[in-house]
C-alpha cells in the first residue's frame, strides 16, 4: 500500500475507525490497578518503569512512582489521539461532554497528530470541535478532509484550526488535505500571515476548491513568500482553481521560494487547469536546489503551458 502521506497517513486511516468505546478505557488506564495473567509479569513491568533492573526486577513493587504517572500520561495520550475523528462526527462536547473533557486533558501530552475523516460528510461543526481538543504546540499535524463534495467544510471551520497551528511554533509537518470543501482563501491567509518557522514539510491541496473567495489571487503569493527556508518537502496542489490569478511569471512567487531552500528534497507541485505559463515553468526549473531528489510538475490543462514545455528544459 502506498500513500502520498506516508506512514502517518496510514496511521490516519488505521485510527479512523479505531473503537470509541476502547479508547474511551484506553484514557482511564491506571497502572497501579493493572493485572497480568502472570503475576510474575506484573511485577517486572512496574518495577522496570519505575528504573529498576536485575534482580531488582523481583522485589516487592512500589505502592506508587512518578514514572508511573508519565507512563499512564503517554498511554491516556495515545488513546486520545486515536479517538479524535469519533469525538468530532458524534459531537462528543454535547453528546457524552464528560468523555470529552477527559478526551481534552488526555490528548494535552501528544505532539503528532494525524486526523482522517475519510469519505465522511464533514461541516463546519465537526472541525470546531476537533480544533476545540487541538493542543497548541504541536510538532506535526495532518488533516484530511478532501474530496467530499456533499460535506460543507468551509473556512468558518478551518479558521479555529489554523490558529491552532499557528499557537504550535515548534510544527516540523504540516499536511493540509482539503480538496473539494468549500474553504476559503481568507482562512488560509491567516496561516501564510503566521507560518511556522520550523517547518520540514508542508502540503496543501486545494484541488477543486472552486470557490475560494474574492481573496483567491492573493493566497498563493502570500504562501510562497511564508515557506520557510527550513523546507525538505513541499506539496502545493490546486488543480481546477482556475480563480488563483495569473501566475505572473515566477509561478504566483514560489520560484523565489523555491531557490531559498537548501535542504529541499522533494517538489510536488500542480496546477493543473490553472493560469500559469511557460515562463512560470522556466523560472521554477531555472532555480531548482541540487538537493531535490523528486520533482513532479504536471502542468496539465494549465492555460498558457505548451504540451511541449519539457522539452527545452533540463532538470
Known amino acids: 500500500l502506498t500513500l502520498s502521506g506516508g506512514a502517518a497517513t496510514v496511521r490516519g486511516l488505521r485510527e479512523a475507525f479505531f473503537p470509541a468505546l476502547v479508547a474511551a478505557r484506553g484514557m482511564k488506564t491506571r497502572l497501579r490497578s493493572a493485572q497480568a495473567s502472570v503475576e510474575s509479569d506484573r511485577t517486572h513491568i512496574l518495577n522496570f518503569i519505575s528504573g529498576r533492573r536485575g534482580a531488582q526486577l523481583t522485589e516487592p513493587v512500589a505502592e506508587d512512582h ?21 469525538a ?17 486533558s488526555c490528548v494535552a501530552v501528544e505532539k503528532r497528530f494525524s486526523v482522517n475523516f475519510g469519505s ?9 470541535v ?24 468551509s473556512g468558518e471551520g478551518l479558521a479555529p484550526i489554523i490558529s491552532k497551528v499557528i499557537a504550535s511554533p515548534d510544527l516540523e509537518n504540516l499536511f493540509l488535505e482539503l ?9 488560509l491567509l491567516a496561516l501564510a500571515g503566521a507560518m511556522p518557522k520550523k517547518l520540514t514539510s508542508f502540503t496543501l491541496r486545494l484541488d477543486f ?7 483567491t489571487d492573493k493566497l498563493l503569493p502570500a504562501l510562497a513568500a511564508a515557506l520557510p527556508s527550513t523546507l525538505v518537502s513541499l506539496c502545493i496542489r490546486t488543480y481546477g482553481c482556475a480563480t488563483v490569478g495569473l501566475a505572473g511569471g515566477k509561478m504566483w512567487g514560489l520560484a523565489d521560494a523555491l531557490a531559498r531552500m537548501p535542504r529541499l528534497e522533494a517538489v ?3 496546477f493543473g487547469g490553472c493560469f500559469c505559463s511557460d515562463e512560470d515553468v522556466k523560472a521554477v526549473a531555472a532555480v531548482l536546489p541540487a538537493s531535490v531528489k523528486s520533482f513532479e510538475m504536471p502542468c496539465s490543462d494549465c492555460q498558457l503551458v505548451r504540451e511541449d514545455h519539457w522539452a527545452s528544459l533540463e532538470i
Do not use: I
Open 66 to 86: 512518578p514514572e508511573y504517572s508519565t507512563v499512564e500520561m503517554a498511554v491516556h495520550g495515545k488513546f486520545a489521539a486515536a479517538v479524535l475523528r469519533q
Open 88 to 104: 468530532a462526527l458524534d459531537h462528543w462536547p454535547t453528546a457524552h461532554p464528560e468523555l470529552f473533557q477527559t478526551l481534552k
Open 120 to 128: 465522511s460528510a464533514l461541516d463546519d461543526s465537526h472541525l470546531k
Open 130 to 153: 476537533l480544533a476545540e481538543v487541538l493542543p497548541e504546540g504541536m510538532e506535526g499535524f495532518e488533516l484530511h478532509c478532501g474530496w467530499e463534495p456533499s460535506g460543507k467544510a
Open 179 to 187: 480538496s473539494q470543501t468549500a474553504v476559503s482563501a481568507a482562512s
Open 209 to 215: 476548491c472552486s470557490d475560494l473567495g474574492d481573496q
Open 268 to 270: 510536488d507541485l500542480d
